[in-house]
């Protein structure tokens, strides 16, 4: 299975900031890689796709970039909604395998 | 507008079977191009993908769970079903359906989930 990791795991960051997660593939998936929004008691929700497609409906302070093996999400300014639990998770081999969560905390 | 719906026991014994099934609305997987896959989240922990089905009816497993799961669909009801055997007190988690297609190749919709509890 390919790995993914994230860095950091938690990360504590106040409203109005702009907040980076990375995620490191074990090996190369070209842009095969999503981001997901998990809140506490509620489902993933599907941010980006494809590395740096914005899924519809999602606001334009979201934005992924990377290929390969190194990838990141960036949040511009930071909105209270946005206190989450953050996956990525690679598509390009099945099993799909998801990164271990970066929590965003105030 | 799409949905999906995990239904199912909350718990169960011991090395019983679970039997899972997601019920969707808004969408065909008689529709080329359509997958539904099941992931699993156990409490405080990451996200583990299952299996997934396709619209031709290709099934695709996790390897370390191959020996003990099945996944069908029923197109004319919606549904998708999930069994996994041998239930053991670490398959404790929230069971959640989810759609994608192989264009984009993500979940771009997911259930609600079901929690799953196992008892010894």
């Known amino acids: 299975d390919i790995q993914m990791t994230q860095s950091p795991s938690a990360l504590s960051a106040s409203v109005g900031d702009r907040v980076t997660v990375t995620c490191r593939a074990s090996?190369?998936?070209?842009?095969?890689l999503a981001w997901y929004q998990q809140r506490p008691g509620e489902a993933p929700k599907a941010l980006i796709y494809?590395?740096?497609t914005l899924q519809s409906g999602v606001p334009s302070r979201f934005s992924g970039s990377g290929s390969g093996t190194e990838f990141t999400l960036t949040i511009s300014s930071l909105q209270p909604d946005d206190y989450a639990t953050y996956y990525c998770?690679?598509?390009?081999?099945?099993?799909?395998?998801f990164g271990q969560g970066t929590k965003l905390e105030i | 507008q799409v949905t999906l719906k995990e239904s199912g026991p909350t718990q169960v014994k011991l090395t019983q079977t679970l039997t899972l099934t997601c019920t969707f609305s808004?969408?065909?997987?008689?529709?080329?191009?359509?997958?539904v896959g099941w992931v699993r989240q156990p409490p405080g922990r990451p996200l583990e993908s299952l299996a997934v089905?396709?619209?031709?009816?290709?099934?695709l497993y996790n390897p370390s769970l191959k020996d003990r799961l099945s996944i069908t669909k029923d197109t004319s009801q919606n549904q998708v079903v999930l069994t996994l055997t041998n239930m053991d007190p670490v398959d404790t988690a929230t069971y959640y359906c989810?759609?994608?297609?192989?264009?984009?190749?993500?979940?771009?919709?997911w259930g609600q989930g079901a929690l799953v509890t196992v008892s010894s």
């Open positions: 989810a759609r994608s297609n192989i264009l984009t190749g993500h979940y771009d919709t």
């Open positions: 090996q190369t998936i070209s842009k095969s």
């Open positions: 089905i396709y619209w031709n009816d290709r099934k």
């Open positions: 998770q690679q598509y390009k081999t099945y099993p799909d395998t």
């Open positions: 808004g969408f065909s997987l008689r529709t080329g191009g359509v997958t």
């Open positions: 494809e590395a740096s």
